[in-house]
């Protein structure tokens, strides 16, 4: 089972999207906001003033005071003249946003209902943007299985289970990150120990993300091991993509109907979802 779409360029690499703002911002703030948002949609990371500018919706002008000022408190860097990236500001902006994502108690908790009602191996893997869009694996649920039972070496856990162009779990990250992050994974080479079934053409596997994006989840049939076939469903926090719930079967136990397994996968990667945007309430 391979979920597609007629919607195979919505995501190819050699196009260029950056989908300005539909209308100018009025305020400071939002004009503010405006240049941030922009570097989110432009493909690299330092990007000159009059592209930054067309991005965000504004004239030179006003873009470069928002930069300059920007840069006096970290949000943006300079680098070389007229040209700007985003700063260390933004990135611990970022990591204080995430650093309240739920605990490992709670996530363990739903990890283990999916594989008690799936008879799978369950795991979480988070989104790590260190040295490039990579997912990591932060917990699971296999019961009393062996791991090596899963054939996965050491090489593996770094290389294939990292990558987001392998897997099930890969694409539906893959499908909600921004359209520049996605053409850099795209432009990735496939790892050389993926499985059989994993998706090498990069037409064929971005024809995969609008039905990813609609439907809520993925199949995979082999992608990263042989003999291993998977069902991941997003962990979303609000719009934006935390990591993945994967469920992991031998192939030959794989049911000709996967719908209680989409199911059960669908309601753990929810769950964790709701856990992600409704925080336990902070000690008063």
Known sequence: MKITSASATDAVPGQTRTDAPRKTPTSLAARAFAVQQAFTRLPGD???????????GLDDATTHRILQSGVTDGVFEQVGRGRYRLGTGTARAGVQAMAHSPGAASTHAVLE?????????AFLYVLSPFGGAKR????????DTDPADVGMTAEDVVSVSRSLRAGASGRVILAHLPRPIQDLV???????????????????LAATFDGIRRLGFAVGRQECMPGWDSVAAPVLW???VMGAVLMLKPSSEMPADLRPLIYHTLKAAESISALTTNPPAAAR
Do not use: F, K, Q
């Open 46 to 56: 330092v990007h000159a003033l009059r592209t930054i500018s067309t991005a965000a």
């Open 113 to 121: 209902r999916l594989h008690n009602a799936t008879g799978g191996l």
């Open 136 to 143: 990591l694996c932060t917990d699971y649920a296999i019961g």
């Open 186 to 204: 795209l432009a990735e080479e496939v790892p050389p120990t993926a499985g059989p079934g994993v998706i090498r053409d990069n037409d064929e």
């Open 238 to 240: 609000h719009d934006a």
